[in-house]
């Protein structure tokens, strides 16, 4: 029997608000947490700058390398479980933080927390696209692109508000969120799968996270250990290593955590390599400017909640008509725009001064500015990695670039932490701005490289022809 048709609306208009709320909630725990570092390095006094930035870095690390293998299980074992079975851990982990009773404690639920993410954020896309019909997906990822800049619109001042009754706080919000959006998302979302799948690459994935956490240790160490000592050489080396397995290991492993068929669409490269870059800039960027503002300008943590908000705030309004411009005119051109705007921002910063009497000057219009330039870049970048790609490829490809999203992030705090740790003095805020405006031109110059809206290179291979091309390798 068909169920009437309000009814069918109704379910549907539920089913895209449990995966917005999803999306919502994880990016949210990113800047509150950003938001809380003057509170968290009072709660363990004992931790430098270069410590607590492992509670953004194990975050970021462990949620990129599970993006891609959760992808995979949820391509293959269900969308909707994956997403929900996210749901469910990033809960769970959320009360763990706010219980932990040392930092090295806090990190590691943090880690545990970004394996929920890691299901929740590939799922996620994968079940939103086919909600919407062909001709408004770009609408689609600008909405889904919006839930993040909302997020960042709110998390300085609802972080600030919430630090005031203790740091614990920016993590037990979570908790009655994730309960009802998971009670609703059981009814309301529908299954959606591969009718054949490949196992994910569980040795890949760990082989990735130790990659990355070895480039980002030695950086955020370089300053403290020295540059050439053979810890940060061993870390580096360590690295590269890595770096040469993990590029092994997708070529030869039928499902592996960087998948080459997907690389071979040029403007699904290109897209990646320019999230990474401007990502590495908005890492520096939401990081940086916390501490600008409570150490520099030595603010409260509330009112540099809400002296931060503007920027995330244009971000989030610009987001879906960003999604829109990037379908009539191409996500190349609509992103290259938006990492100009972002770069200004960047630039702009670099000439802030140590008096607070340039906030209304200066810290508030490049705040602006680099909004702007989010909003209209961060769609512009998930449908350029995306939208070239079949449906059943969705939470594949968006479990890429959102790992190379994080990867940005945890390189862009590495950065700032490195640079803080050596000399914590205007001039080394100037220079993680000026890093910011770097990397977002850069990943602006990457997009404007795809130069078409359509695609180039031969499409990803059904798991029936991987399955196949693994067998003549071995």
């Known amino acids: 029997m068909t169920a009437p048709l309000s009814e069918t609306r109704a379910r549907r208009g539920w089913s895209i ?10 990016s949210l725990d990113l800047f509150i ?77 943090r880690a545990l927390q970004a394996v929920g993410g890691g299901l929740m954020l590939p799922s996620s896309l994968g079940l939103l696209l086919p909600l919407f019909p ?34 614990e706080w920016v993590f037990l ?51 403290d250990w020295g540059w050439t000592s053979g810890r940060v050489l061993g870390l580096a080396a360590l690295g590269a290593v890595g770096i040469v397995f993990s590029a092994i290991r997708a070529v030869r492993h039928p499902a592996p955590v960087i998948e080459p068929a997907l690389l071979r669409i040029r403007a699904v490269l290109l897209a990646n390599i320019a999230t990474m870059l401007f990502f590495a800039g908005f890492g520096a960027m939401i990081l940086g400017s916390v501490l600008f503002l409570t150490e520099v300008w030595d603010h409260s943590v509330l009112r540099a909640g809400l002296e931060i908000a503007p920027g995330p705030l244009m971000a989030a309004v610009c987001a879906v008509p960003g999604g829109l411009l990037a379908t009539k005119y191409g996500n190349y ?15 702009l910063w670099a000439t802030a001064t140590a008096t607070d009497a340039a906030y209304v000057t200066t810290f508030l219009p490049a705040g602006i500015i680099a909004g702007i330039g989010s909003g209209l870049a961060l769609p512009a970048l998930s449908g350029a990695a995306t939208l070239p790609l079949p449906p059943e490829r969705f939470a594949t490809g968006t479990a890429m670039v959102s790992m190379c999203r994080q990867i940005g992030l945890a390189l862009g705090a590495a950065v700032v932490a490195a640079v803080m740790g050596a000399r914590p003095d205007l001039g080394s805020f100037h220079a993680a701005w000026f890093f910011m405006a770097a990397c977002g031109l850069t990943g602006g110059l990457a997009l404007l490289a795809i130069r078409d809206k359509g695609t180039t290179g031969p499409a990803p291979a059904t798991p029936k022809r991987r399955k196949a091309q693994h067998a003549r390798r071995r």
């Open 134 to 167: 062909p001709e408004r997906r770009g609408a689609a990822i600008g909405l889904w692109s919006a839930m993040g800049g909302a997020a960042a619109a709110l998390g300085p001042p609802v972080g600030g508000l919430l630090v005031q009754a203790g740091w």
């Open 17 to 26: 608000a449990v995966v917005l709320i999803g999306v919502f909630v994880s």
């Open 33 to 109: 947490v950003n938001i809380a570092f003057p509170d968290l390095a009072q709660a363990f006094p004992s931790s430098t700058l270069s410590d607590l930035s492992w509670v953004l870095s194990a975050y970021a690390i462990t949620f990129a390398a599970l993006l891609a293998p959760a992808g995979r299980w949820a391509d293959r074992s269900g969308r909707k479980r994956a997403y929900l079975a996210g749901l469910v851990l990033f809960t769970l982990a959320s009360a763990a933080c706010a219980v932990a009773p040392s930092l090295g404690a806090l990190v590691a639920a």
């Open 333 to 347: 051109l609509v992103g290259f725009v938006g990492s100009l705007f972002f770069a200004a921002g960047g630039v």
């Open 173 to 223: 919000v979570n908790l009655p969120i994730g309960v009802v959006t998971v009670f609703v998302g059981v009814w309301a979302l529908d299954e959606v799968r591969e009718e054949s799948g490949t196992s994910p690459d569980v040795l890949g994935a760990l082989a990735l996270a130790v990659t990355v956490a070895a480039l980002v240790a030695a950086t955020v160490q370089g300053e």
